[in-house]
Each structure stands twice: as structure tokens, then as C-alpha cells.
């Protein structure tokens, strides 16, 4: 019985049990400059997508690091599409992929957990879902993952499909 009551502390130490805070935003227009991957997980292309990215990043005070995971990879060896990026404003996009989406009417799920107890992207996805059910709004197709920090990620959800 210790053991579970020291498990329940630690886990509500590092935020397990945080609630997903979903709301509805006009966020305008969201401009990314990144890297379109396509791939196995395994490949080191993704890894240097994600470096290159995170460097740039880094060297951008507010720039925030942004996926959009098109297809998920149900294991090692199978194929995933990702695009890993940054606010265009912060980057050159001479060299990198652009998106533009609108956001003026997308839902908003804000994480606040360390990475090791963070829920699962299914879990905020259904959460948003069910907002928007609850809300009589359309069912959000595109999900653009906002790293914040370490223990800090905000999903926008949108219905549409880039602008370009």
C-alpha cells in the first residue's frame, strides 16, 4: 500500500493527473516554415529534420517548435509522414517546406504534464472530439502539435486542410 501511495505522488508530482484544458480560439493564420518528412521512424533523416528544426528554433527566442503528424507509424519499420517547423516569421524559407493554415476557428488543447506522465495523443484527440461535439462544431481533421517546453504542449485543431 506505501508503494501505490508513493507511485500516486510522484505521478501527481509530475502533472499525470493535470486536465487537458480545451477551449475554442481565433487563432488567425498559422505560417510554418519546416521540413516534410516521409519515411521509417527509424531512418536518421527524421532525426536530422527534427535537429535541424530545433536548432533553428533555439536560436530564435519565441520561435516554438511545431509537428504535424499526417500518418503515425504504428511501429518501427512502418511508414510515417511528419513536418516538423517553426513559425515562418523566425525562418528563412528558402530552404524549407511552407504551410499556411487557418486557425481562426480552432480547438485548443493545452497540456501541462511532465513528458513522462503526458497523456497519449489519442487521449487529447478524443478530448477535442468530444468538444466539439459538445459544442456542435466540426470534427477537426488537421492537428498541429505546439512544443512549448518540456512540459508544456498545445494541440490546435482544425478542420481544414492547408491553405497552401
Avoid: C
Avoid at 85 to 103: M, N, Q, R, V, Y
Amino acid at each position: 500500500m506505501f508503494i501505490l501511495a508513493i507511485i500516486l505522488y510522484v505521478f501527481n508530482a509530475l502533472g499525470g493527473f493535470n486536465e487537458i484544458e480545451v477551449s475554442l480560439k481565433n487563432l488567425g493564420q498559422i505560417e510554418l516554415a519546416g521540413i516534410y518528412y516521409r519515411g521509417t521512424p527509424q531512418d536518421a533523416a527524421l532525426g536530422e529534420s527534427f535537429r535541424k528544426m530545433e536548432n533553428l528554433q533555439k536560436s530564435n527566442i519565441g520561435a516554438i517548435l511545431h509537428t504535424i503528424y499526417y500518418i503515425e507509424p504504428a511501429g518501427k519499420l512502418d511508414t510515417m509522414e511528419v513536418f516538423v517547423g517553426i513559425e515562418k516569421k523566425w525562418a528563412d524559407p528558402s530552404d524549407l517546406t511552407e504551410k499556411t493554415f487557418d486557425a481562426s476557428q480552432a480547438i485548443v488543447a493545452e497540456i501541462k504534464a511532465n513528458r513522462w506522465v503526458m497523456p497519449g495523443p489519442n487521449k487529447v484527440k478524443s478530448k477535442i472530439e468530444s468538444f466539439a461535439k459538445n459544442n456542435e462544431l466540426p470534427l477537426p481533421n488537421l492537428f498541429i502539435d505546439q512544443i512549448k517546453g518540456p512540459e508544456e504542449v498545445r494541440v490546435i485543431a482544425i478542420q481544414k486542410h492547408p491553405v497552401k
